[in-house]
């Protein structure tokens, strides 16, 4: 059943929305505590639907080149949206996925940080070389636990329980071929379909135990692996993931392993690799914002750290494409980097 614990006030130095998340200085994501059955894990700091929709509403008429488009609409009728930087639709174009896991919410919140940061002078003249694409929480009604299914056994505390699914008890994760579901159906209708992408990150969230070379990774990294993506495809895959191992794994706070990933085509990373000759990048960010296994859960503490990371990623990847330079990425990298394994999980 849902756990009360000791309510933690988190100070934050990345804020929006109401949201804060505190960013301590000395303590690496992998090493940040798991759940464990006393850390907390309140949903009430997370921004909520309503509260993304205002934000990208405000953004929208404050940043130049910003345009907001709704491209369809969850099972419950809440809008999804794309946030889109297009100067030069000659431009490589990225487009950066998340939350089609309900309970996979921080790289969302970076995703909507990074919004705020592409509106400073910090990115000034990166368009110029680069079309930017967010989709931000692709899946709102298990964001909000508006669901047809029982939640009572998941552990976070705070106004709103957070599920994988949508409302159906689909994961949208599985639906690249099919795109029955509405929320899936809007992405691939309204977004793969009508722009002209060449690279996508897929960024999700992972149970918060999985570790390489002994210590906690504070995420892990693919490229497609079914069978079916042309050889090209794969290589420009694989530099993407060089820019983003080199900018996260170079940090203190940051340790990435290889995910142990699936060829499924149902998969974004594989089924859009395959169907439009995207390069995808998945990123598993560790611990998740609710679940009913505590080992999947991460305690709060590391919050503000995986919020940067996802910050950090995105904005590495837009200046690489935009200056070229992702396409010297060096790829030897993955020959070398180890598969994460699972640690035991221990519950205090």
């Keep these: 059943m849902k756990k009360q614990v000791i309510a933690l006030s988190v100070a934050g130095a990345l804020t929006f929305s109401g949201a804060s998340f505190a960013l301590p200085s000395a303590q690496a994501v992998g090493e940040g505590p798991g759940y464990g059955g006393t850390e907390t894990i309140n949903t009430s700091i997370l921004t909520t639907y309503s509260e993304m929709a205002q934000f990208l509403e405000e953004q929208d008429a404050k940043q130049k080149h910003l345009e907001v488009e709704k491209i369809g609409e969850s099972v419950k009728g809440r809008d999804l949206f794309v946030a889109k930087y297009i100067q030069n639709p000659e431009n490589p174009t990225i487009l950066f996925l998340t939350q089609q896991h309900g309970n996979e919410q921080l790289t969302t919140e970076g995703a909507l940080e990074f919004i705020k940061h592409m509106g400073t002078g910090k990115m000034k003249g990166v368009?110029?070389?680069?079309?930017?694409?967010?989709?931000?929480?692709l899946n709102p009604d298990g964001a909000m636990g508006d669901v047809d299914f029982s939640l009572d056994d998941y552990i976070a505390s705070g106004d709103r329980n957070l599920t994988r699914y949508n409302a159906?008890?689909?994961?949208?994760?599985?639906?690249?071929?099919?795109?029955?579901?509405?929320?899936?159906?809007a992405l691939h209708e309204n977004v793969m379909q009508k722009y002209d992408i060449d690279y996508m990150i897929d960024l999700h969230h992972q149970g918060a135990q999985s570790e390489r070379d002994?210590?906690?990774v504070s995420g892990s990294i693919l490229y497609p692996t079914t069978p079916n993506a042309d050889p090209a495809v794969v290589e420009k895959s694989k530099q993407l993931g060089s820019v983003v191992f080199n900018a996260i794994d170079s940090k203190g706070w940051g340790h990435l392993g290889k995910y142990n990933?699936?060829?499924?085509?149902?998969?974004?990373?594989?089924?859009?690799?395959?169907?439009?000759?995207?390069s995808t990048l998945l990123f598993e960010m560790r611990g998740m914002s609710d679940h009913f296994y505590e080992s999947y859960?991460?305690?709060q503490k590391s919050n503000g750290y995986l919020i940067k990371q996802t910050v950090t990623t995105l904005d590495a990847a837009v200046r690489a494409i935009s200056d070229g330079s992702i396409n010297d990425a060096d790829i030897s990298f993955w020959d070398t980097l180890a598969t994460q394994q699972t640690r035991p999980y221990e519950s205090e």
Excluded: C, F, W
């Excluded at 699936?262 to 995207?278: F, L």
């Design 168 to 185: 159906l008890e689909v994961d949208l994760n599985r639906d690249h071929v099919d795109k029955i579901q509405p929320e899936t159906k």
């Design 214 to 216: 002994g210590k906690l």
């Design 297 to 299: 859960v991460l305690g």
């Design 261 to 278: 990933g699936g060829s499924a085509e149902t998969i974004s990373r594989n089924g859009i690799a395959v169907e439009y000759g995207i």
């Design 127 to 137: 368009l110029d070389g680069v079309n930017v694409l967010i989709v931000p929480m």
